[in-house]
T-cell receptor
Framework: GEDVEQSLFLSVREGDSSVINCTYTDSSSTYLYWYKQEPGAGLQLLTYIFSNMDMKQDQRLTVLLNKKDKHLSLRIADTQTGDSAIYFCAERSGYGNNRLAFGKGNQVVVIP | DTAVSQTPKYLVTQMGNDKSIKCEQNLGHDTMYWYKQDSKKFLKIMFSYNNKELIINETVPNRFSPKSPDKAHLNLHINSLELGDSAVYFC?????????????FGPGTRLTVT
């Protein structure tokens, strides 16, 4: 089955870059996603990457995918206080049922 | 315009009671989901419906019964509530066929069982 691992906590100064890492186990994953959860709110889809890509850039966000090592990262450039949240990576199984397996989340705290 | 909405946002109830959480999406998606997020923020899928048909049913006690009257609605009924049911429940929706299948989440329902 799918298993997604994330580290727990990251503190970063405003204006710096932050990098959040994630490893997954299901080699059949077709899409990998990054979601953001602000306190008391639902999950907001930030970006996703298809498994045949190794990089995707979307404004301040850069997603890197190392399929060989099953490693996914999210880089946030010029981190803002509004980026303080919990970030979840998720993988979609390749088996057609659109099941998402989520990591445990990584809390990012931006220090002004 | 709210894409995925849930009611209620907060629900406090006593053990043994039966309660329902409602979910509606106006995105025209054909697949809807229920997730449970525990106190450690771990998020796990419970159910998924595609066009009113159950397609994912994880190992969830049968006290939990989803109902989908149409493809825009997926409600969750919970019988005989237990303390361990306290969590935040998220509804989500996606388009099943084609594209990147991204799931859009509702704001969550915080259930507290006392």
């Amino acid at each position: 089955g799918e298993d997604v691992e994330q580290s727990l906590f990251l503190s970063v100064r405003e204006g710096d870059s932050s990098v959040i890492n994630c490893t997954y186990t299901d080699s059949s994953s077709t899409y990998l996603y990054w979601y953001k959860q602000e306190p008391g709110a639902g999950l907001q889809l930030l970006t996703y990457i298809f498994s045949n890509m190794d990089m995707k850039q979307d404004q301040r966000l850069t997603v890197l995918l190392n399929k060989k090592d099953k490693h996914l990262s999210l880089r946030i450039a010029d981190t803002q206080t509004g980026d303080s949240a919990i970030y979840f990576c998720a993988e979609r199984s390749g088996y057609g049922n659109n099941r998402l397996a989520f990591g445990k989340g990584n809390q990012v705290v931006v220090i002004p | 315009d709210t894409a995925v909405s849930q009611t209620p946002k907060y629900l406090v109830t006593q053990m043994g009671n039966d309660k329902s959480i409602k979910c509606e999406q106006n995105l025209g998606h054909d697949t809807m989901y229920w997730y449970k997020q525990d106190s450690k923020k771990f998020l796990k899928i419970m159910f998924s419906y595609n066009n009113k048909e159950l397609i994912i049913n994880e190992t969830v006690p049968n006290r939990f019964s989803p109902k989908s009257p149409d493809k825009a609605h997926l409600n969750l009924h919970i019988n005989s509530l237990e303390l361990g049911d306290s969590a935040v429940y998220f509804c989500a929706s996606s388009q099943r066929a084609g594209g990147s299948y991204e799931q859009y989440f509702g704001p969550g329902t915080r259930l507290t069982v006392t």
